[in-house]
């Protein structure tokens, strides 16, 4: 384990580590942005997690660079289960003194690796966690648009709880004893869950300006909305719901979990299933009763004891009640 208090050289070995499950369209993409860093002292750590399709020969074309590693898995470990993606053993497998993560159908832009290591030069020695701003490049458009989460420094784990997710899932740049303090064995390893457990303990800094790009198209793992909620249900009631955070935040952490219990029953709802709604709806209010007040809540209670028809009637002539769907990347 590193030592926190340590001074950290001026060009540190950075491992930036790519999961890939058939990506093969996009990893080679993604594998070049990281070796196109302006910042030279890197290293780069892609996995094959079981890829059924061409991923691991699109990988292999860049087995010859010296700076890359190769990680190859015959089975795939998805994310929910612990060791997910293999990016544990990527990390205890990586050398850096910081990671950062890069998803196989992403990017990185040329200075964000040499942006965030010139931040820690400057910034507090409690600092864990350097993120950064984004784009997201919708392919059915061929369009990219800003992309900004929020733009808060210091003690964090608050705004989590109050405004949800701070960083772009990609943003990071992160001190390895991050992940000594929150291991990387849990079953959100390698998901933007790990940066918010890293918030419980860990100050935050931000370069403003937009340095990745996440790419929307159709295979995204989050446009599966049934198997991502259930994901994070198991991330929040093991890490928040039943772990050390209540006692830091208290009443804060049953908000944040109900704030994304009743943004995927809303989700549900748009798609006229009633069933996943209510029951996305009413973990909410369990969890806190005050949000019986929201105007969207007091909607969709109603709209749940409709008949489908006519709830189906209500949403398609009333712009959806505004229940307008949220995307998690977890």
Same mark, same amino acid.
């Given at each position: 384990?590193?030592?926190?208090?340590?001074?950290? %050289?001026?060009?540190?070995?950075?491992?930036?580590?790519?999961?890939?499950? %058939?990506?093969?369209?996009?990893?080679?993409?993604?594998? $070049?942005?990281?070796?196109?860093?302006?910042?030279?002292?890197?290293?780069?750590?892609? +996995?094959?997690?079981?890829?059924?399709?061409?991923?691991?020969? $699109?990988?292999?074309?860049?087995?010859?660079?010296?700076?890359?590693? +190769?990680?190859?898995?015959?089975?795939? =470990?998805?994310?929910?289960?612990?060791?997910?993606? @293999?990016?544990?053993?990527?990390?205890?497998?990586?050398?850096? $003194?910081? +990671?950062?993560?890069?998803?196989?159908?992403?990017?990185?832009?040329? =200075?964000?690796?040499?942006?965030?290591?010139?931040?820690?030069?400057?910034?507090?020695?409690?600092?864990?966690?350097?993120?950064? @701003?984004?784009?997201?490049?919708?392919?059915?458009?061929?369009?990219?648009?800003?992309?900004?989460?929020?733009?808060?420094?210091?003690? &964090?784990?608050?705004?989590?709880?109050?405004?949800?997710? &701070?960083?772009?899932?990609?943003?990071?740049?992160?001190?390895?004893?991050?992940?000594?303090?929150?291991?990387?064995?849990?079953?959100?390893?390698?998901?933007?869950?790990?940066?918010?457990?890293?918030?419980?303990?860990?100050? #935050?800094?931000?370069?403003?300006?937009?340095?990745?790009?996440?790419?929307? @198209?159709?295979?995204?793992?989050?446009? %599966?909305?049934?198997?991502?909620?259930?994901?994070?249900?198991?991330?929040?009631?093991?890490? *928040?719901?039943?772990?050390?955070?209540?006692?830091?935040?208290?009443?804060?952490?049953?908000?944040?979990?109900?704030?994304?219990?009743?943004?995927?029953?809303?989700? #549900?709802?748009?798609?006229?299933?009633?069933?996943?709604?209510?029951?996305?709806?009413?973990?909410?209010?369990?969890?806190?009763?005050?949000?019986?007040?929201?105007?969207?809540? *007091?909607?969709?209670?109603?709209?749940? #004891?409709?008949?489908?028809?006519?709830?189906?009637?209500? *949403?398609?002539?009333?712009?959806?009640?505004?229940?307008?769907?949220?995307?998690?990347?977890?």
């Amino acid at each position: 384990m590193l030592n926190s208090s340590k001074r950290y %050289n001026t060009t540190p070995l950075v491992s930036i580590i790519i999961p890939c499950y %058939n990506y093969e369209k996009f990893v080679g993409k993604s594998i $070049e942005s990281a070796l196109n860093q302006t910042y030279g002292n890197i290293e780069v750590i892609v +996995i094959d997690n079981g890829s059924t399709d061409n991923s691991l020969l $699109e990988i292999e074309k860049f087995s010859n660079n010296k700076k890359v590693k +190769i990680l190859r898995f015959k089975n795939n =470990n998805p994310p929910g289960k612990k060791g997910s993606f @293999h990016v544990g053993d990527a990390i205890e497998e990586s050398k850096g $003194e910081y +990671i950062s993560m890069l998803y196989a159908d992403d990017w990185y832009l040329p =200075n964000k690796i040499a942006k965030q290591v010139e931040l820690f030069d400057r910034t507090h020695s409690s600092t864990g966690v350097v993120y950064c @701003h984004g784009y997201r490049y919708f392919e059915s458009l061929n369009k990219e648009i800003e992309w900004k989460m929020q733009s808060v420094r210091g003690y &964090v784990f608050k705004d989590y709880l109050l405004n949800g997710d &701070v960083v772009i899932p990609i943003s990071p740049l992160v001190k390895r004893y991050c992940y000594d303090v929150i291991g990387v064995k849990n079953i959100w390893t390698g998901t933007e869950y790990d940066i918010l457990m890293m918030s419980q303990f860990f100050d #935050f800094d931000f370069v403003d300006e937009h340095l990745v790009v996440m790419r929307d @198209h159709n295979n995204n793992d989050a446009k %599966n909305i049934y198997s991502v909620y259930q994901r994070v249900k198991s991330f929040h009631t093991e890490a *928040l719901l039943t772990g050390d955070a209540k006692s830091r935040a208290g009443r804060l952490v049953a908000r944040r979990v109900a704030m994304d219990y009743l943004a995927y029953g809303l989700n #549900f709802m748009t798609r006229l299933d009633m069933k996943y709604a209510k029951v996305a709806i009413f973990d909410a209010i369990r969890l806190y009763p005050l949000y019986i007040f929201k105007p969207k809540l *007091l909607i969709s209670l109603f709209l749940l #004891f409709l008949p489908l028809n006519v709830a189906k009637y209500f *949403l398609k002539n009333s712009g959806k009640m505004y229940l307008l769907e949220k995307e998690i990347h977890v």
